[in-house]
């Protein structure tokens, strides 16, 4: 593990979270209240700066923004990182932001257009928890991913949570990277992630292969990072289903 030294850090969120989340090493839940320590939590912690927005921004100046012949949905994203995106070494202002992202983009009125019927509100709620802890992790402008956590396996990781069988947590896995595959959702994505400095990015293929997804600095090198994902994934997610509690216990 490759770990800065740095202190705990601790947010309060609008809604409490599950606290099965303390089964992953470094991290307890207390209701709204979750603490990380960054050297249990972590596989690598190279960085503690991140790229903001302010949501409240995003939302009454980009959201509503539709794109044209001449300027796309990623131009209109990029621009508005660039006016507006500071950097923070504020963790839990990240979480905040990322917890605000998330809760529009998997709020229950996508529910009606998944086509997943087995996909209920309380599996959108499981997508706001797990990709709000994933905005910690971080890729470079070089493609060199700096700050992995658990969830970037994120089948691995709600299964150890959740309690989810493999077929499940696949099929969560499939309304989180839906956003490739449908562009109303895709489009809506892109505006959002501007609250977080960037665009959502995946590894995997169509199907869940716990390659993850991150947002990256528009302009990341995703050739190195590729490379470096391949890299490094396969004994991590073994060490995430590690923790997993089985039915019986």
């Known amino acids: 593990m490759t770990t800065i030294d740095t202190k705990a850090i601790t947010v309060e969120l609008p809604e409490a979270f599950d606290e099965r989340w303390s089964r992953l090493p470094g991290i307890q839940v207390d209701g709204r209240r979750i603490t990380i320590d960054p050297a249990e939590y972590f596989f690598r912690f190279e960085s503690s700066s991140w790229l903001v927005a302010d949501w409240e921004l995003v939302k009454s100046q980009l959201l509503e923004v539709q794109e044209s012949t001449e300027s796309a949905v990623e131009q209109l ?100 990277h839906g956003g490739w595959f449908n562009e109303h959702r895709r489009i809506e994505s892109i505006k959002a992630h501007a609250a977080l400095g960037g665009r959502l990015v995946h590894g995997c293929q169509s199907v869940p292969d716990q390659t993850g997804g991150v947002v990256a600095p528009y302009g990341a090198s995703m050739a190195t990072f590729r490379d470096d994902l391949a890299a490094f994934k396969a004994g991590w997610i073994e060490q995430v289903y590690a923790h997993r509690v089985s039915p019986a216990a």
């Open 77 to 176: 994203a990029l621009d508005f990182i660039k006016a507006h995106a500071e950097s923070t070494s504020d963790a839990a202002h990240v979480l905040s932001t990322a917890h605000a992202v998330y809760a529009y983009l998997f709020r229950d009125e996508h529910l009606a257009g998944l086509g997943l019927p087995q996909i209920t509100a309380e599996h959108l709620r499981m997508l706001r928890e797990a990709a709000t802890l994933m905005a910690l992790n971080k890729v470079e402008l070089d493609g060199h991913i700096s700050n992995v956590g658990p969830c970037w396996f994120f089948p691995a990781a709600t299964s150890v949570v959740f309690d989810l069988s493999d077929e499940m947590g696949g099929m969560l896995d499939e309304v989180y």
